[in-house]
């Protein structure tokens, strides 16, 4: 494999945005494309095309882009270029501003992996983390802080996070910061950021406050809009389209699952990077698929090995990234499998339309992580059509396929096969036994010869439930996103939380704690009341035990609570009982 960053082969068929512009061409420096080439980025998404030349060259900008899109990438590598190579002093030149703790992490590990090679030194800071541990990091020196609103102004408060030397602030996710209480809390940290700097807005929603937020504090920005509705309505091929919603620690059992069930004459999953795709392409064939991988990082000829055995039915999955699958017409195709969220509508409607052609009927199944949920529903916009939103199928439901599977090989030998020879046999065990129980024990050794593989080892794939962005109710009436075994209930249930004002407990602390532990939406959460030693917290019934596990296993302004189910939820105004 080469180290090189890829430049699209210009002979194959373009990609949906036709220009075919590589990182490259974007204006990044070696350090940063060296790192992208060892990640596996093949090229750059739609958002990166648009934001990082204005980026680099100081522009401010503002973004509508969803969890998805690559906008941490977006954002990260120009920042990163940026940095002055002197770093004289120990004060950070870049803040970064996220919603949750969760995101303060990812968006962290994201710029270490892209700015190793330049020694970046990057400092996630949020609640529920002790705080000394960030003192000492701020202390020894750092270059970009990713924070919460709320930590990072405590930091600002005691004098331990110092912005003068701030050249850009991005406010990530800012809708979801608004929703989640935040906005004077990120005033308020903009008034300590030195006026001359760039400030960069990323919002997957664009409500007048965002606007008016970019108003007040964004000069002359760049405005991108990457969901855009384009009308590709007409273009998109009338396949079935269905997601699972699942952890990314689940996503290599599950694809193995939804395979089983679906039984794909042969199938192509996209997956981002070439990372991803060979280590994808090894689990699947350890879990015994004749998987096969393909990426910009293969030789034609190892390319035409692969396509050739596709062919041949000699492989029946093909692993591939967007740019090596350019231009691949398979025929025996039936399923595509997006293994990630595409990062743009086109890019979806593009990898769909690898099946469903003349007149074929084809399949196309989406594994989205919680947080790329929103992506779904806006290409559903996009496309005009309908993604349902699908259970990842149970041990049981698996089980029942391998015997549906049996039957229908059973059957075809029934009606098809000379079973003659076969006679002798049933005639001297019926002296013994009874024709049903020979029959029982044939079907067995049938069954277990054709599927092999014990689903005595698999594991249940926890089921996420879907939650519609505003209502905080469960959405899509499809069938997806009832837990089994829980009541489906549009009502809500207060949480239980023994901190409350005497711990300085803030709304925010218990939604960002929430949203951090459960991948639930700040906009899921009801009400929140804050009593001097307790907390209540009203969220979607169906969400509670997610919800009551998340914050046990997490702190809360540094301190473990006791979190429960509110013992008055069903009835009367029981809170007085905690007063
Ligand atoms: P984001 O929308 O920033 O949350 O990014 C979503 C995912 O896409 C992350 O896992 C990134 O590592 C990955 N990613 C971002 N840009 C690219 C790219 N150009 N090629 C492949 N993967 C990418």
């Known amino acids: 494999m080469s180290s090189a960053p890829v430049r699209p082969d210009p002979t194959a068929e373009p990609s949906t945005d036709d220009e075919a512009i590589a990182f490259v061409d974007l204006g990044l420096r070696d350090e940063l494309l060296a790192a992208l080439a060892a990640l596996g980025y093949e090229e750059p998404t739609p958002i990166q095309r648009e934001a990082i030349p204005p980026l680099l060259a100081g522009r401010d900008l503002l973004g509508q882009a969803a969890t998805g899109t690559g906008k941490t990438a977006a954002f990260a590598l120009p920042l990163l270029q940026r940095m002055p190579p002197d770093r004289a002093t120990a004060d950070p030149v870049a803040l970064v501003l996220v919603p949750t703790r969760e995101l303060a992490v990812q968006v962290s590990e994201a710029f270490h992996r892209y700015g190793k090679e330049l020694g970046a030194r990057v400092l996630p800071i949020y609640g529920g983390q002790p705080i000394g541990r960030q003192l000492r990091a701020l202390d020894a020196g750092v270059d970009i802080v990713v924070a919460t609103p709320g930590r990072a102004l405590d930091h600002i408060a005691r004098g331990t996070l110092r912005l003068g030397n701030v050249g850009t602030v991005v406010l990530d996710e800012a809708d979801e910061m608004l929703d989640m209480g935040f906005a004077e809390d990120i005033e308020a940290i903009l008034e300590h950021a030195p006026e001359q700097r760039q400030t960069v807005l990323f919002s997957a929603t664009m409500p007048a406050r965002i606007d008016g937020m970019a108003r007040a504090h964004l000069t002359d920005p760049i405005r991108i809009l990457i969901a855009r509705e384009k009308p590709v309505a007409g273009e998109a091929p009338r396949v079935r389209q269905s997601a699972y919603l699942v952890a990314r620690a689940h996503k290599p059992a599950a694809l193995g699952r939804v395979l089983d069930v679906e039984s794909p004459t042969a199938a192509i999953v996209f ?192 089921q996420i439930a879907v939650r519609s962005a505003r209502s905080g109710r469960p959405g899509h009436e499809g069938r997806g996103e009832r837990r089994p075994g829980r009541p489906r209930s549009a009502g809500t249930t207060q949480v239980f939380v023994g901190l409350g004002r005497r711990a300085g407990v803030r709304p925010q602390d218990l939604v960002g704690a929430i949203t951090g532990e459960t991948g639930m939406n700040g906009r899921d959460i009801g009400s929140i009341e804050i009593a001097d030693r307790f907390s209540l917290v009203e969220v979607p019934a169906g969400l509670a035990d997610e919800v009551i596990s998340g914050l046990r296993g997490s702190t809360i302004k540094g301190r473990r609570a006791t979190v429960r189910r509110d013992r008055d939820t069903d009835g009367g105004d029981r809170r007085r009982q905690h007063r």
């Open 271 to 462: 997956c981002r990077s070439r990372e991803e795709v060979d280590r994808l392409t090894e689990t699947m064939n350890g879990r015994g698929y004749r998987a096969e991988a393909l990426h910009g990082g293969m030789s034609q000829e190892q390319r035409d090995r692969v396509m050739g055995r596709l062919r041949a039915g000699t492989a029946d999955l093909l692993v591939a990234t967007d740019v090596a699958a350019r231009g691949l017409d398979v025929e025996q195709l039936s399923h595509v499998v997006n293994y990630d969220v595409p990062s743009a509508p086109e890019s979806y409607v593009h990898r769909i339309g690898r099946v469903g052609r003349a007149g074929r009927e084809g399949v196309a199944i989406t594994l989205a992580e919680p947080r790329a949920h929103r992506m779904l529903k806006t290409i559903e916009r996009v496309t005009g059509q309908r993604i349902t939103i699908d259970k990842i199928p149970t041990v049981a439901d698996l089980r029942n396929r391998r015997l549906e599977l049996t039957q229908a090989a059973l059957r075809e030998s029934l009606l098809e096969d000379d079973l003659e020879p076969f006679r002798v046999i049933v005639e001297s065990l019926s002296d013994e036994f009874d024709l049903m129980e020979v029959a029982l024990a044939a079907v067995r050794l049938a069954h277990e010869a054709t599927l092999p593989g014990a689903l005595e080892e698999e594991e249940e794939i926890p």
